[in-house]
T-cell receptor, first 114, second 112 residues
């Protein structure tokens, strides 16, 4: 069964460092998303991406964040200068041929900023 | 902002008991989704309800969408330890890139 895969599963980084979280969406999907979940809190939308551009972003997704689809398979989230409060689970998701289809989530990357 | 409020936030019950989880909003939704999230994993879609008053069953899980499409409930019959997890209600904004807005979730623990 096709699935969304994320790497790494756990990333520890020092405050101020740049991190890149990687995702391989389901191959024929067209819509891609990043969400985050701070420990004990709800899953929060960060950004959606379609047709090689951001279609919507939340207020969390400030200038420190960027997304890229560098090739036909990967979808990345970059945090330029990490802060302690960026520590969270980051989930990538993708959905299919239309926005009305189910979104499938990856297993997440646990980012710990120390 | 269309918020989704879930209750209770935490629920700890014994195996075999029944339970109901609620999801409420002041806004009307065209559809509402229920997800289940296990520790260390991403949310997995259980069901989408679309029509006011709609009832959907998934084995021991019964999902209902309120008549006014502003609330929903999830009822689990004879809960099992395998039902343990975080249950999230959510809505998708299909006209804006399919963004999903989640409630804060109900953490369910079913003890054997």
């Amino acid at each position: 069964e096709p699935e969304v895969t994320q790497t790494p599963s756990h990333q520890v980084t020092q405050m101020g460092q740049e991190v890149i979280l990687r995702c391989v969406p389901i191959s024929n999907h067209l819509y891609f998303y990043w969400y985050r979940q701070i420990l004990g809190q709800k899953v929060e939308f960060l950004v959606s991406f379609y047709n090689n551009e951001i279609s919507e972003k939340s207020e969390i997704f400030d200038d420190q964040f960027s997304v890229e689809r560098p090739d036909g398979s990967n979808f990345t989230l970059k945090i330029r200068s990490t802060k302690l409060e960026d520590s969270a689970m980051y989930f990538c998701a993708s959905s299919g041929q239309s926005m009305n289809t189910e979104a499938f989530f990856g297993q997440g990357t646990r980012l710990t900023v120390v | 902002t269309q918020l989704l409020e879930q209750s209770p936030q935490f629920l700890s019950i014994q195996e075999g008991e029944n339970l109901t989880v609620y999801c409420n909003s002041s806004s009307v939704f065209s559809s509402l989704q229920w997800y289940r999230q296990e520790p260390g994993e991403g949310p997995v879609l259980l069901v989408t309800v679309v029509t006011g008053g709609e009832v959907k069953k998934l084995k021991r899980l019964t999902f209902q969408f309120g008549d006014a499409r502003k609330d929903s409930s999830l009822h689990i019959t004879a809960a099992q330890p395998g039902d343990t997890g975080l249950y999230l209600c959510a809505r998708s904004r299909y006209n804006q890139g399919g963004k999903i807005i989640f409630g804060q979730g109900t953490e369910l623990s079913v003890k054997p």
